[in-house]
């Protein structure tokens, strides 16, 4: 009988590498570029350009016609196919435009006689009854003593005649409430010189949001009708979409409003 043969001791086999925990990818950069956030590095190639060539090619257009915006702020301005594939590709972590009651994410108007300007859709109209055309003289000759009073004075003067009563601030979304209705600005501002920030800053959501401006004022100073002229061939370079912006002047000559 053969004697048993010791067991043979079993070579341990080397373990698997573990692989290194990959270190959390610092912002990238481009020459002229702001960082692009960490949470959003998935969406970038590693020296900062966009991973989707078909993004990326909408991107280099978009910088082609002028824009100036970063691919960081870029991304919560995107529409149609390339902001389809960025928010499939970030999820959650896709940045919305800050949205506040002063501020929105809004360039610098260009001055000077170079900048491009489109010129807006301006009509006279006056209000459809003799009562209303004096209530709109009175509340004109407060606008030095109570601006703030005579503004919401001739909203809802514009708003009678609209008959919209009921219809006043009663439509908002994210950072901006209408004056009149869903998409209807009233104003006294601009009639005597150039629109305020926030004034632009609110038809600039306008813009991005409905691609169309409706505003009512007593009358557009050339001040006022430069600046909505220059925002929206801004808009319009900035974003590659076309958008209206149509103006009625109530304190001007011109046909009365249908009753």
């Not at 601006?147 to 950072?175: K, S, T």
């Not at 808009?235 to 011109?254: A, H, M, N, S, Y």
Request: glycine share 8%; charged share 25%.
């Amino acid at each position: 009988r053969e004697a048993a043969l010791p067991a043979r001791a079993a070579t341990p086999e080397a373990a698997p590498a573990r692989p290194a925990t990959p270190a959390p990818a610092a912002p990238a950069t481009v020459p002229g570029d702001v960082e692009v956030p960490a949470a959003l590095g998935r969406a970038f190639t590693p020296d900062g350009r966009f991973a989707n060539a078909d993004i990326e090619a909408a991107y280099l257009a978009y910088r082609q016609r002028g824009g100036l915006a970063s691919r960081a702020a870029w991304i919560p301005r995107t529409r149609g196919g390339p902001r389809a594939l960025l928010e499939g590709e970030l999820g959650a972590d896709f940045p919305t435009t800050p949205r506040t009651r002063r501020t929105v994410e809004r360039p610098r108007l260009p001055t000077g006689a170079s900048a491009e300007r489109v010129e807006p859709r301006v009509f006279a109209e006056n209000f459809h009854t003799p009562e209303a055309r004096a209530e709109q003289a009175s509340i004109l000759g407060r606008t030095a003593t109570d601006p703030q009073q005579a503004g919401r004075d001739y909203q809802d003067l514009v708003a009678r005649d609209l008959r919209a009563q009921g219809l006043q601030e009663a439509f908002a979304r994210p950072g901006r409430r209408m004056d009149v209705g869903n998409r209807h600005e009233v104003t006294i501002e601009g009639r005597d010189g150039p629109f305020g920030s926030q004034k632009l800053d609110q038809l600039w959501l306008d813009m991005r949001d409905n691609r169309v401006v409706l505003l009512t004022v007593p009358r557009l100073s050339a001040a006022a009708r430069s600046q909505l002229g220059r925002l929206q061939a801004q808009f319009q370079l900035e974003t590659g979409e076309r958008v209206i912006i149509i103006v009625r002047e109530t304190d001007v000559g011109g046909a009365p409003a249908s009753p």
